[in-house]
């Protein structure tokens, strides 16, 4: 049985792809992971595309310059927009979370789960629901179904600040705003097109129920996308067979005090300690291989 243990990279503007993290360590126990957040340019979702594509060339040097086996882009926007900017970087496989989410919203909305059958609804950034990329993937996948795609901006500061417990009611209420979008659309399947959401998960479904009177089945995009990560390298042979001492390890771009306190949430555990690094420049706007790019310096704090 062959073997590669070089990690796994996973990057995310902030602290949502955390959900995606826990998602490969459940299928994947044994895999070691090098997780950046990208806290201090934190949201990517309001700015341009060319912002957005800067910022994940970024994102994806400093973890190519780690070794990495493959890279999993726990970003529902980076995942819509920067993707094949991304793949012409390096050679490695790349996974984003838009392509595995649909096949799996598609299976479910075969049922009415209490709604429309065929009626998917996306909640996203608004780069994601501005770009289409979801949409255009559902109706490749089957033109006949109905798609509806919701703007979320409010969501991603929510889960960076803390706002994450069932019931809370700022989020309830801000869920239950978003989720009246839907009533007339009657969504029987609803993907989570942001790694941030899974974490308001239930206050997302306790407005479904208050709003739409059920809740439709819920696609988490990271996990999907997590899932994908498996099947890609057992395929390949590429399988680590037993993680190392010192994984996962935790990077990001702003003070790590904030991250600490909210990651264990996240990932509903504690971590040992996380890196702050200068993630600015990393990767300049040149085609060509990750071997053409040049690179600045890190500068790391530890805590």
Do not use: W
């Not at 990057?11 to 990208?38: H, M, Q, W």
């Not at 209490?114 to 780069?127: K, L, V, Y």
């Not at 709003?211 to 099947?231: F, H, N, Q």
């Not at 990393?282 to 790019?293: D, K, L, V």
Request: glycine residues 8%; contains cysteine; charged residues 25%.
């Amino acid at each position: 049985m062959t073997s590669d243990n070089r990690p796994i990279g996973i990057f995310d503007s902030g602290l949502g792809g955390l959900t995606s993290v826990r998602a490969l360590e459940k299928c994947l126990p044994d895999e070691n992971i090098i997780y950046f957040g990208d806290t201090g340019r934190v949201p990517y979702g309001t700015r341009s595309n060319e912002t957005i594509i800067q910022y994940s060339m970024d994102d994806l040097a400093f973890l190519l310059r780690r070794n990495v086996k493959a890279v999993l882009v726990a970003c529902g926007t980076v995942s819509s927009i920067a993707l094949p900017t991304l793949s012409e970087m390096t050679d490695i496989p790349i996974v984003g979370v838009v392509e595995p989410a649909c096949r799996n919203a598609c299976k479910d909305a075969l049922t009415d789960n209490g709604g429309i059958a065929g009626n998917i609804a996306i909640f996203g950034t608004q780069a994601t629901a501005k770009n289409g990329a979801y949409t255009a993937l559902i109706k490749k996948t089957n033109p006949a179904f109905n798609v509806s795609t919701v703007a979320c901006p409010m969501f991603v500061p929510l889960a960076e600040n803390g706002y994450i417990e069932k019931g809370n009611l700022i989020t309830v209420e801000i869920a239950k705003e978003y989720v009246e979008k839907l009533r007339e659309f009657k969504p029987s399947s609803l993907i989570l097109g942001c790694t941030h959401y899974p974490i308001l998960r239930p206050n997302i479904e306790i407005a479904c129920e208050k709003v739409l009177g059920y809740v439709p089945k819920i696609t988490d995009a990271g996990e999907c996308a997590a899932r994908s990560v498996k099947d890609m390298l057992a395929e390949k042979g590429r399988l680590c067979i037993k993680r190392e001492e010192e994984y996962p390890k935790f990077y990001v771009s702003d003070e790590t005090r904030n991250f600490t306190n909210i990651a264990s949430a996240f990932l509903g555990r504690s971590i040992r300690s996380v890196t702050r690094i200068n993630i600015t420049g990393q990767a300049q706007e040149i085609p060509g291989s990750i071997r053409n790019i040049s690179f600045n310096d890190d500068t790391e704090n530890k805590e």
